[in-house]
Nanobody, 125 residues
């Protein structure tokens, strides 16, 4: 049974940093593009970042460029999101997604395969 599990969320002051991790089991990790989307209460979900399967091409939402870095360790079946200079508007539930999409873009994921339960990120002002 495939499991996708996020960790690393928490409460941090504005300007602080967090690193989210996502581990996936019972799947061939490097068959999937991986990424994060977030959803705040009363708002639509938005794609934050993704990383393609093999060569590791990445995509970032404009509002997080220069502050967030996505990476993956295919040997460990783990995805990371390093977040710096956090802002109150980054507050949301962050979800890890494995997708069949070959490419990352603003419309990722078009073919979501698996999703975790989410980890809460709260940034206080």
């Amino acid at each position: 049974q495939v499991q996708v599990k996020e960790s690393g969320g928490g409460l941090v002051q504005a300007g602080g940093s967090l690193r989210l991790s996502c581990t996936a089991s019972a799947l061939t990790f490097d068959d999937y593009s991986m990424g994060w989307f977030r959803q705040a209460p009363g708002k639509e979900r938005e794609g934050v970042s993704c990383i393609e399967r093999a060569v590791g091409i990445t995509y970032y939402k404009d509002s997080v460029k220069g502050r967030f870095t996505i990476s993956r360790d295919n040997a460990e079946n783990t995805l990371y999101l390093q977040m710096h200079s956090l802002k109150p508007e980054d507050t949301a539930m962050y979800y890890c997604v494995a997708a069949w999409d070959a490419y990352c873009s603003g419309s990722w994921p078009l073919m979501e395969a698996y999703r975790g339960q989410g980890t809460q990120v709260t940034v206080s002002s």
